[in-house]
């Protein structure tokens, strides 16, 4: 079937100052973020409320222009769990997760999301700048090479390592 393809270009006044797309500080904070209030409609679909869409990506934008996240990444092929994986690989640096969500969330691929690093010193900044809006604080970058998932079905551990051999293949 046909599939709509949007793409969105902007200016960026300075690239220093983009938050990197890849885990570098040990010790961030991981968050997952999303513009939408309602992460899924009545059918299991995801939710696009463009209203809110609307509020998001400024108060998002904000955050990245007072330099508030240290790292951030767009939550698509292969969702949350994925996404977060994506920003360790080649990084040196591991990650320590802990949620309630079951599998099929860990995996679904919600409108108008992010997995943020931000810096503890920046957390509270971070959080009253997007407070309107779903944030789930779920971890934080470590110093090794294992990426934990602690769920409530479980502990599971990975080498970043093999993450990234199983990436390249």
């Known amino acids: 079937p046909p599939t709509i393809l949007i793409t969105a270009m902007g200016k960026v006044h300075d690239v220093s100052r ?4 890849q885990a570098r500080n040990a010790g961030d904070l991981i968050f997952w973020v999303s513009g939408q209030k309602n992460l899924w409609n009545e059918n299991g679909m995801p939710n696009v409320d463009f209203e809110q869409m609307k ?15 240290a790292g951030a990444h767009d939550v698509s092929d292969g969702g ?7 920003m360790f690989l080649g990084s040196g640096l591991g990650a320590s997760l802990c949620t309630d969500w079951a599998a099929d969330e860990l995996f679904s691929e919600p409108a108008t999301s992010f997995v943020c690093l931000v810096r503890p010193e920046k957390k509270a900044q971070f959080l009253k700048t ?20 602690e769920t409530g079905e479980g502990k599971k551990i990975w080498k970043v390592s093999e993450l990234e051999r199983a990436y390249e293949h």
């Open 18 to 21: 983009l938050p990197a797309g």
């Open 80 to 86: 949350w769990l994925s996404t977060t994986a994506e």
């Open 130 to 149: 997007l407070e309107r809006f779903r944030l789930n604080e779920v971890g934080s970058v470590t110093s090794g090479d294992d990426f934990t998932l």
């Open 55 to 69: 509020l998001f990506y400024p108060a998002f934008h904000r955050a990245i222009r007072e330099e508030l996240i």
